[in-house]
């Protein structure tokens, strides 16, 4: 059970994940009823006994294996490019989080406030907590606040880097030179991981994400103290 766990999505924890997840299994359920048809005429053609030496033409079942590959694209296309509209919209961010991209460590600076700005390196093994996890938790986690609309603006200061949250249903490429950006919304409170989705050197697999999601008087406590 638990090698059929890992074979799952992350949980959803922004309202673009779910719709993801939902795209995901749609398309999956779709596959698997064809495959289910496709399986069972293969297996009828092989044990019946039914055979038409003479038939040279079948004008409606061409039509019908012709048109159903279309109708069933279209029940596939349709909520992929609502997704895909969905995820390049940016709309009115409250809040803006740079983020940039070195070899091999991030950093992040809150583009709305003044000196709010720091490095986010991996923990070293040695140095993790009871509750941490282990090349996965970093020094300084990117504080954000839940049921806020944020803009993320993604860059790279050397090589090619890629910024990437499974559970937030985001991942922007880190270009040195190009700006790109994303947008989210958390809709619950909790830490995020994430990991360079890019190889872009020998430490490439050290260089994880964390965000943790509080509710807004916590995040304004947190931008005070700093």
């Known amino acids: 059970m638990a090698t059929w766990g890992n074979l799952n999505l992350q949980d959803a924890a922004s309202p673009l994940m779910e719709q993801l997840i939902f795209f995901h299994d749609h398309t999956l359920m779709i596959l698997l009823m064809i495959t289910v048809l496709v399986m069972y005429i293969m297996i009828s ?13 079948g004008q409606m079942i061409e039509f019908i294996w012709t048109t159903m590959p279309a109708v069933i694209l279209i029940f596939i296309a349709l909520p992929s490019l609502h997704l895909l509209y969905l995820i390049d919209e940016i709309n009115k961010p409250m809040l803006t989080l740079k983020t940039i991209g070195h070899q091999w460590y991030w950093s992040y600076e809150y583009s709305d406030f003044n000196n709010v700005e720091f490095d986010s390196y991996m923990k070293p093994t040695s140095e993790l907590m ?20 944020i803009r993320v603006l ?11 949250v499974p559970s937030l249903g985001i991942k922007i490429d880190a270009i040195p030179g190009r700006l790109n950006q994303g947008s989210f919304n958390i809709n619950r409170p909790g830490l995020m991981f994430g990991q360079c989705s890019e190889i872009c050197g020998a430490n490439h697999s050290f260089m994880p994400i964390v965000i943790e999601s509080v509710p807004t008087n916590m ?7 700093n």
């Open 154 to 164: 993604v860059t790279a200061a050397d090589v090619l880097h890629s910024w990437t």
């Open 45 to 57: 053609m092989t044990w019946n006994k039914l055979i038409n030496r003479t038939l040279l033409e």
């Open 130 to 149: 009871n509750n941490e996890f282990r090349l996965l938790d970093v020094d300084n986690r990117v504080i954000l606040p839940m049921n806020t609309q």
């Open 219 to 225: 995040f304004i406590k947190w931008l005070n103290s």
